[in-house]
């Protein structure tokens, strides 16, 4: 199962349209329309999960900006061992460091 989060309709679109066929799978859940569905995503990917793909900064709706790094942080945490791919435009040095600090 691959289980992916973003705030963004289009690369959910893309997400949830390319990795199915790409992958070999139809089990591709894509998370992130609004606030409600981090806890979703969460509980998906701590059930199912083998793949987990996360934007970095979620705005889903509300004024809370969630942090990628931080759900990562949480679904090690709790013992999730499996591919976690960060996805993310800012790309400086010190937001790498931050992706790999987190897990």
Do not use: W
Request: charged share 25%.
């Amino acid at each position: 199962h691959i289980c992916c989060i973003d705030d963004s309709p289009s690369m959910r679109r893309l997400l949830e349209s390319g990795l199915g066929p790409r992958m070999g799978t139809s089990n591709v859940h894509v998370f992130g329309k609004d606030e409600d569905e981090v806890p979703e995503f969460m509980a998906k990917v701590l059930q199912d999960g083998d793949i987990a793909i996360l934007d970095q900064h979620l705005e889903c709706g509300s004024d809370a900006n969630i942090l990628g790094t931080d759900l990562v942080g949480q679904l090690l945490k709790k013992g999730f061992r499996g591919l976690i791919c960060m996805r993310s435009g800012n790309n400086a040095s010190e937001d790498l460091d931050n992706y790999l600090a987190a897990g």
